[in-house]
Every structure is written in structure tokens, then in C-alpha cells.
């Protein structure tokens, strides 16, 4: 396997302004590459979102490998040491964005999955490829939707690895397998507007609304599990009033979020909260909105393999995780019963001057190489 293989793929990808929802023609790049591997490629646009469901072979199991071809914006360029859409390599590092988050890992998937057919030309099972370009925006026309096409025509995925930057100090160290949900809300709480010198002809839901939260801020929502870490639950929003200082507000809106383990339910969250609100007899209304279902890979073949293959790689023997925020195995995790997230270092992503280091992008392909020539014997 020529080592300068997903370096220079990487490359070519970072140079492809993909800008959420923009895929920047990634794909198209990959689509090419991945046929002459004998890959049965098939876009899947949805709106303005471009995704490429890639699969070589039709039997049992199923291998997938998905990422996303999109990046955040860069923030202000002058504050680059380089140009964000021109890879930079110095000092030891591949410098751009998406050289973490996502497009090394993407690289390193192609580049495996090139030497294992070259090696295993009949190869048994399949593998896939599953790219999005709205990982980092909305996630509503992305894998979401392809997941919901393999549903329908009964395509059922064995074994699925993410490549997102889920290590932490290097290469292996940890990998995600599973992660919380997110149930967010937005509270308006209603009062009566009037004169600030008046009170008893108003009624002020910010004064009605804090011993209902100063409640809420101080619940255990649970214990967690031997998988997940407590239930957490945060305020990220707070609007009132109408910007006089001599007004009453007339009503509050306040946005919240539940991270949450499978310890506790959506509909167990929202009673409970609701629950404290009618206690402090607060007049309200919620928006809900449920961003993901917790999911979890227990110890199996998947997570066995991969562990055992960045040991020998590595040296490390990886922590499994399910802290951090949301990613698209959320989807995933829906046809697929084993999906583990492993790829890059991840201390850079979103960050000015997003880079990875050479030596991983060297070893992320092996990783990758061995986990398929285990998975697929």
C-alpha cells in the first residue's frame, strides 16, 4: 500500500471547498476512484444535499465505511497560518480543513479499501461506502435519509465504521461506541406585562419561572449505566422582557437540553420536567425537539476486532466511549447493529489551523486494511 496514497487523496479532498451543505465535488473525486475498484456507486441527492451510497459485492456480511465530505466554515482567513482550502504539510502535519473532521479518515477509507481488493480480489461479503454532505449542517438530507432507502429495500448493513475524530491524545486511544441522545426544548413561560411600579396589576414569569428552575438546574435525571454518564441537562437560552427597564415582561422563552443515557427515555424526561413546572404552578408551553436516540455497540466482533487491530498497531489499547456530542452512527445505528466511530485526533476540529499528524494518516489506513481482512476472511 503506497504510504503517500491517503496522503495525497486527503489532499485533494481538503483542496475542494465543501462548506456544509457543499460537497465541492468530493464525491464526484471519490465516486471515480471507487469504481475503478469495481464499487457500484449511486448519488443520492436529497434537496441540496449530495450523498454516494458505494458498494462492492452483494453478499453477507455487509462492511460499511461512512463519513462526511462537508467541513464547517473556516472563520476569519487572515487567521490561518495558511490557506484552509490549499493543504499545507509542515512540521509533521497535514494542515486544512476537514484534515480531521472529515476528510483523512475518508482517504484512509478509499486507500484500505483499494489494497484489500488488490489483495482479495473475490473477496467475501461486501463493502460500502456511505458519504453525506450534511454531517455538519442540519443532518435532515444526509445519511439519514440514504439509511431511510436501505430500509426500504431491505439492505441491511453487519458491521459499519465512522470515521470520526474520536481519539484523543493519539491515534487509537479512544473510539466511540455509542453515544448519548439529544432532546432539546423551548420553554415560554407566560406572564403579564405592565408597569415595573405596579407588580400586583402584572405578573412576572421570570420570578414565576426561577424556583421551578433553580429545581431543574440541582435533579440527578439519572445514574447512568456501565455505557453511558449520567443524564445531563443544560440551559443554553434566555429571552425577556422588552428592553425598557420600567416594563414587566409579558413572557419568557427559554431553550434547554437533555445529553441522555439509555437510563433514561424521551417521554420519562419530558414528564419529569413538565412534572416540576406544574408544581411551581408555572404557566407554560414547550416545543420539543428530539435530536437523537442514545445507542450503544456492546462488546462484540466489531469493537473486538477493532481494538485488537489498533493494538497491534498502535500499541494502545483504546478506551470505548460514548461522551461527546452527536454524529451520523445515530442514523446508522438504525440498520446496522454494530457501529463504532474511530478516526484522527480531535483537539483541532473546527478550530483555525485544523491539521492531523502524518504519522496517523500513515497508520489509519492499516487500521482500516487489517479491520476489513479480519471482518471479511
Not at 496514497?5 to 471515480?32: H, Y
Not at 429495500?153 to 479512544?174: F, H, K, Q
Not at 421570570?206 to 429545581?215: G, M, N, R, V, Y
Request: net charge neutral; glycine share 10%.
Amino acid at each position: 500500500m503506497p504510504e503517500a496514497g491517503a496522503l495525497e487523496l486527503a489532499k485533494e479532498l481538503i483542496a475542494r471547498r465543501s462548506v456544509t451543505p457543499e460537497d465541492g465535488g468530493c464525491q464526484n473525486l471519490l465516486r471515480a476512484r471507487l469504481a475503478k475498484s469495481g464499487f457500484r456507486c449511486e448519488p443520492m441527492r436529497f434537496g441540496a444535499v449530495d450523498n454516494l451510497w458505494a458498494r462492492r459485492g452483494d453478499a453477507q456480511p455487509l462492511v460499511c465505511f461512512a463519513g462526511h465530505t462537508d467541513v464547517v466554515p473556516p472563520g476569519p482567513l487572515g487567521e490561518w497560518h495558511s490557506d484552509p482550502f490549499i493543504p499545507s504539510v509542515r512540521e509533521g502535519r497535514l494542515y486544512g480543513r476537514g484534515a480531521a473532521d472529515m476528510k483523512s479518515s475518508i482517504a484512509a477509507f478509499v486507500v484500505a479499501c483499494e489494497a484489500f481488493i488488490s489483495e482479495r480480489p473475490g473477496h467475501s461479503g461486501s463493502i460500502a461506502l456511505l458519504l453525506t454532505s450534511d454531517e455538519e449542517g442540519p443532518a435532515l438530507d444526509g445519511t439519514v435519509r440514504v439509511v431511510e432507502g436501505l430500509k426500504q429495500r431491505g439492505e441491511a448493513v453487519d458491521y459499519c465504521i465512522v470515521g470520526e475524530p474520536t481519539s484523543v491524545n493519539a491515534l487509537g486511544d479512544m473510539i466511540k461506541n455509542g453515544r448519548r441522545g439529544s432532546l432539546s426544548g423551548r420553554l415560554t413561560v407566560r406572564g403579564i406585562q405592565g408597569h415595573i411600579a405596579y407588580p400586583h396589576l402584572g405578573s412576572n414569569p421570570i420570578h414565576s419561572l426561577a424556583p421551578a428552575l433553580a429545581e431543574l438546574t440541582a435533579l440527578q435525571w439519572d445514574a447512568g449505566n456501565e455505557h453511558f454518564q449520567p443524564t445531563t441537562w443544560q440551559v443554553s437560552n434566555v429571552h425577556g422582557g422588552t428592553g425598557a427597564l420600567n416594563v414587566i415582561p409579558g413572557s419568557l422563552q427559554l431553550d434547554f437540553n437533555f445529553r441522555f443515557s439509555t437510563a433514561s427515555t424521551e417521554r420519562s424526561l419530558k414528564e419529569r420536567l413538565e412534572a416540576v413546572l406544574k408544581k411551581h404552578g408555572v404557566r407554560y408551553a414547550i416545543e420539543w425537539t428530539l435530536g437523537a436516540k442514545p445507542f450503544i455497540t456492546s462488546r462484540g466482533r466489531l469493537v473486538e476486532v477493532v481494538s485488537t487491530v489498533i493494538k497491534k498497531h498502535t500499541g494502545r489499547a483504546p478506551e470505548l466511549s460514548t461522551a461527546g456530542g452527536t454524529s451520523d452512527a445515530r442514523f446508522i445505528a438504525e440498520v446496522c447493529p454494530q457501529v463504532v466511530e474511530l478516526g484522527p485526533v480531535n483537539s483541532s476540529i473546527h478550530k483555525l489551523d485544523e491539521h492531523i499528524e502524518l504519522g496517523a494518516l500513515e497508520q489509519l489506513p492499516k487500521i482500516y486494511l487489517d479491520t476489513l481482512r479480519a471482518l471479511l476472511p
